[in-house]
């Protein structure tokens, strides 16, 4: 049926997974310009924090779990529950409002796996910018190629982030990159590991963010407005980058982690990934429209011993993990005996 009836199956696919719309869309399905230039749910309005956040705060018991978990690579951990997340991305929406960005503005998050990742891209989205995640292991060559491409206004950074141990700066990389990107206004750094780096005059702390008040109000957006490009590898030519709409990407994985998945409120999500690639993001909807727990892990998972990945599903109760088959094979090498230390119950 979702062949035969497409705009049937889909407009009972938003509402499976409650997602939240401002004004009702008319039509979920226009092939009027053919299969290629589809467009999804004409006329209506939304904001994909809403779906995220918003409509979490009046569930007492979602309102109250864990939305966000992170383990450093240190074994710091932090949990910030939906109602904290909430406000966390409404004051560092209003920060990024007072310092320049507006609707439609492109702003790169080069980032690594951190709870401030998270904020910055739904802050960005929530004010109806445009969000463009880069992978955190890239040099400085492959920063400056995206961020041209964008046209980024902003950068969102941190001064590095630890690695086996040692600390790689991501600090260092933009401001070679920046060398090449006249766009680029303010690059907002997030103090993480405290290495030390050449300030700039377009250097921002994100402090500065933090410290506004809450701004309520998500930007009202058509369904087909952009949320967030992305960009591929780049392996097999130049980066392409991908744009991704309000109620497109972040409605399909809502759905096919629901529904594929069978994530739902209560349960527990960690993906080894970063957020430049497709299932960073992807983990962040699918867990939290879901009204799940979206966990980070920052660095490597076979450090400072193999069996890291697995203690740390043991730690967090996870009950969905997303790992790649690269990973699985470099883990399966090791052996059992550091899978087998850990009851993997949850």
Same mark, same amino acid.
Request: a negative charge; aromatic letters at 10%.
């Given at each position: ?17 409650? +997602?939240?719309? /401002?004004? $009702?869309? %008319?039509? =979920?399905?226009? !092939? ?5 230039? *589809? ?11 809403e779906s995220v956040l918003s409509r979490w705060l009046a569930d007492d018991e979602t309102r109250t779990q864990p939305a966000l978990q992170y383990e450093g690579e240190n074994g710091t951990s932090k ?30 998050? +080069?980032?690594? /796996?951190? $709870?401030? %990742?998270? =904020?910055?891209? !739904? ?5 109806? *910018? ?77 402090? %500065? ?138």
């Open positions: 049926k979702s062949i035969e009836e497409t705009d049937w199956f889909w407009g009972e696919a938003e509402k499976a997974v409650g +997602y939240q719309w /401002m004004k $009702p869309y %008319t039509e =979920v399905l226009d !092939l009027e310009n053919g299969t290629p230039f *589809a467009q999804w749910y004409n006329g209506g309005t939304c904001n994909v924090v949990s910030f529950t939906y109602e904290d997340l909430d406000n966390w991305v409404s004051r560092v929406a209003n920060g990024l409002k007072h310092a320049g960005i507006e609707k439609g503005d492109r702003v790169t998050i +080069y980032m690594p /796996m951190i $709870p401030e %990742t998270v =904020v910055s891209m !739904l802050a960005v989205m929530k004010i109806g *910018a445009i969000i463009s995640p880069i992978f955190s292991g890239f040099a400085s060559d492959a920063v400056m190629t995206r961020v041209q491409a964008a046209g980024s206004k902003m950068i969102i950074t941190a001064d590095g982030f630890s690695r086996r141990g040692k600390v790689v700066s991501l600090k260092d990389e933009v401001d070679k990159a920046c060398e090449h990107c006249p766009t680029v206004e303010k690059v907002v750094i997030v103090r993480h590991a405290g290495n030390d780096f050449t300030p700039h005059n377009y250097d921002f702390p994100w402090s %500065t963010l933090e410290k506004e008040k809450p701004f309520t109000h998500a930007e009202e957006m058509n369904s087909d407005d952009p949320l967030m490009l992305i960009y591929t590898s780049g392996t097999t030519g130049k980066p392409k980058g991908t744009v991704h709409t309000h109620a497109g990407f972040p409605l399909k994985s809502a759905f096919d982690a629901g529904f594929g998945m069978n994530i739902k409120q209560g349960d527990r999500v960690l993906w080894v990934t970063d957020m430049g690639w497709m299932m960073g993001p992807f983990l962040l909807f699918g867990s939290l429209i879901n009204g799940a727990t979206m966990v980070m892990y920052e660095g490597v998972p076979d450090f400072p011993e193999a069996d890291r990945l697995w203690e740390t599903v043991d730690k967090y109760e996870i009950t969905h993990l997303g790992i790649s088959p690269t990973l699985i094979r470099a883990l399966m090498a090791k052996g059992d005996e550091y899978v087998n230390k850990h009851s993997l119950k949850s």
